[in-house]
């Protein structure tokens, strides 16, 4: 793969508004940059009783983070202030992979998992009698789309909708990754770890096969999903059977589907920036037939209509990787 088609493509994920967790990013080291999209982490904040506001406070407000505070619909003339409405964090299908380190601060333990492409959205369930100590977390590897398979050389075909151990699909030097991991305090320290960790693991790739998947998408974006399969495999010079098939190996999905997710995201990041004055024209800007079109490959991949998504995006945490903050910033959810 190659870096510079991040800016070109920068998925959204909404993380939810629950008060008592955090959400932060931060970008790989350069050497990664072509195949990691950025490294997350999603925890508990710890809080005693009627002590517990004080915990929270030592986190930065969104604002403060430099991310949208705004409570205000943009569907009321005059941007009348509306009740703060809490959001589900929501899991949206965006091609890329990710490996997971949950930690357990109850029973003391660390648990490894990868998740391959989702194809369907859900909403992520609220934890449940998690004590008010609990200072659980998981860290996130957010491999960009054909990043993860240049580490384990697996076809993601395999992986789609699905959350596996770890140890099936990677288990070179695991051990090493766990150790180090253990001792680790901080997200800094756990991003310094695993930028160690995954520098030298890369797997030797066909040079043929790296920039065809690199050229394919840089169409793919560039035209924000519009571009037919068989248009696709006509300006590769090759064949749609084998472009189908470096993308089951390399992404986990088909061409067609990974370019509706890629329309998709451009929708959403429209609504997110506020375009939502005129949804036909939004329809027709994005290459569907009408607004009907639309609503129906939203619903697909939000699980909601776009009227919906644009009550809820100014609640979304998603900071670094869609506003290309260079350090890592803490949120509360």
């Given amino acids: 793969m190659d870096p510079s088609l991040h800016p070109l493509f920068r998925p959204i994920q909404m993380n939810g508004t629950d008060g008592n967790t955090y959400y932060m990013e931060q970008i790989p080291s350069v050497s990664l940059m072509a195949h990691v999209a950025c490294y997350w982490e999603s925890g508990s904040i710890p809080h005693a009783g009627e002590n517990q506001s004080t915990a929270i406070d030592m986190y930065p407000t969104r604002k403060e ?5 705004s409570t205000k ?18 899991v949206l ?11 357990d601060s109850i029973h003391s333990v660390h648990s490894y998992g990868y998740c391959g492409n ?23 590897v957010r491999f960009f789309p054909g ?7 697996l076809p993601l075909e395999e992986l789609t909708d699905r959350r596996i151990p770890l140890e099936e699909c990677w288990p070179v030097k695991l051990s090493e990754l766990q150790e180090r991991m253990a001792g680790t305090k901080s997200f800094e320290e756990r991003v310094h770890v695993m930028n160690t960790y995954l520098s030298p693991l890369s797997v030797q790739t066909n040079s043929y096969e790296n920039d065809l998947m690199k050229n394919v998408l840089h169409r793919i974006f560039t035209d924000g999903g519009r571009m037919s399969v068989s248009e696709l ?21 088909s061409p067609k589907r990974f370019s509706e997710v890629v329309r998709f995201h451009r929708v959403l990041d429209s609504i997110h920036q506020g375009h939502t004055a005129d949804w036909v024209a939004l329809a027709l800007n994005h290459g569907f037939f009408d607004q009907a079109h639309l609503i129906r ?8 209509t776009p009227l919906t998504a644009a009550k809820e995006h100014q609640q979304r945490l998603s900071d670094l990787y869609n506003n290309s903050i260079a350090s890592s910033v803490i949120l509360k959810s």
């Fill in 147 to 153: 990043g993860a398979y240049v580490f384990h050389g």
């Fill in 93 to 103: 299908p965006d091609g890329c992979t990710d490996m997971l380190i949950t930690y």
């Fill in 65 to 69: 983070a430099g991310t949208l505070q």
């Fill in 297 to 304: 490959q939203f619903r697909k991949f939000y699980g909601e």
């Fill in 73 to 90: 619909d943009p569907y009321m003339d005059g941007g009348i202030d509306q009740p703060y409405v809490s959001v589900p964090a929501r």
């Fill in 233 to 253: 495999a006509m300006r590769e010079v090759v064949s749609e059977r084998q472009l189908h098939r470096k993308f089951a190996e390399w992404i986990g999905i």
């Fill in 118 to 140: 989702y194809t369907h959205p859900f909403a992520v369930p609220e934890p449940v009698d998690v004590p008010a100590s609990a200072e659980n977390y998981t860290f996130g």
